[in-house]
């Protein structure tokens, strides 16, 4: 069976590679799909946004900012074959996390968003996503253990910052392609299953998460899948010369522009469904009124996006 992503099928790969280029440019207006009800996505915009998904691994849903409820947002992702939904310390029951940034004031526990409490001793500003400072470019779950790992996620805008917030997309499809295009060896390197090691996360004793360890390109079920984190704490790359190359030729893509990367402030009923894509989020301005301030809902999870 031809496999693009097995370094010794060049013809395969370059098939694939030949389809995935006649995508772009592209621009963030071609992933935008409208959607009538977020609840009861039509035929029609289920393909749409298939389609957009199928070919640059994510969409960009436009919905009247009264749609985005949790159960609606369940029930759209369940139309788009995501069932099984990945949890976190701060989500909630539904495993929907409420993405606001804690409050300013150091006496001042409650946050601008209505998420769970964390558990006992966790303080929330060591997680930069519940910061308003800048979010380096990522995948989601790269910490997840090997057989729990982020397939898909959707991030639906409740309210946008005053000012920034502002989020890079790159497909990882595109990563990988260029950094095979460079080398083959770039990419033996990152597919290691050594090669990207996340400390266990223990607090007093107590495990609140294991140690994850592996690689950072895998194949799943036929398609490509990336667990990556561009932050240098709490991140250990295995020592070698071509892992070290790797890592830096992976650095180096983030300001290439024939990655195509899309850039895109989302705003009140907007949001992203994508198949675990590379992103990152500027530092933001924040609304001091925590009934204005910036919140988002986002859902992990283990499924991809089913493609027909």
């Given at each position: ?12 790969y370059s098939d694939w590679r030949a389809r995935k280029l006649r ?206 984190s561009a932050r240098a704490r709490h991140v250990l790359w295995r020592d ?69």
């Open positions: 069976m031809d496999d693009p992503f097995d370094l010794s099928q060049v013809s395969a995508a772009y440019p592209a621009e963030i207006a071609d992933l935008r799909v409208p959607v009538g009800r977020l609840d009861q996505p039509t035929p029609g915009e289920r393909a749409a946004l298939k389609t957009r998904i199928e070919t640059f691994n994510m969409a960009l849903v436009a919905v009247d900012p009264a749609e985005i409820q949790t159960e609606a947002l369940l029930s759209f992702t369940r139309a788009l074959g995501l069932q099984r939904t990945d949890s976190n310390l701060f989500a909630d029951a539904s495993a929907v996390s409420h993405i606001a940034a804690t409050r300013r004031n150091p006496g001042d526990a409650g946050r601008a968003g209505t998420a769970p409490e964390p558990p006992g001793g966790v303080n929330l500003r060591e997680f930069i996503p519940y910061t308003d400072k800048p979010l380096s470019w990522h995948t989601d779950g790269y910490y997840n253990t090997e057989d729990e790992q982020v397939g898909a996620w959707c991030l639906f805008c409740v309210r946008a910052a005053r000012d920034g917030g502002e989020n890079g997309l790159i497909d990882h499809e595109m990563a990988y392609l260029r950094l095979r295009d460079e080398s083959p060896r770039h990419i033996a390197a990152l597919s290691h299953p050594q090669a990207l090691s996340i400390p266990a996360h223990s607090l007093d004793g107590r495990t609140l998460r294991a140690e994850s360890v592996g690689p950072v390109f895998s194949v799943r079920n036929g398609h490509l899948h990336m667990r990556y070698t010369p071509a892992t070290r190359a790797a890592r830096g030729a992976l650095d180096r893509l983030f300001s290439r522009p024939d990655v195509f990367t899309f850039r895109y402030r989302l705003r009140p009923g907007e949001g992203l469904v994508s198949n675990n894509v590379l992103h990152c989020r500027s530092g933001f301005d924040d609304d001091e009124d925590p009934a204005k301030a910036r919140l988002l809902y986002r859902i992990r999870f283990l499924d991809r996006v089913a493609l027909d």
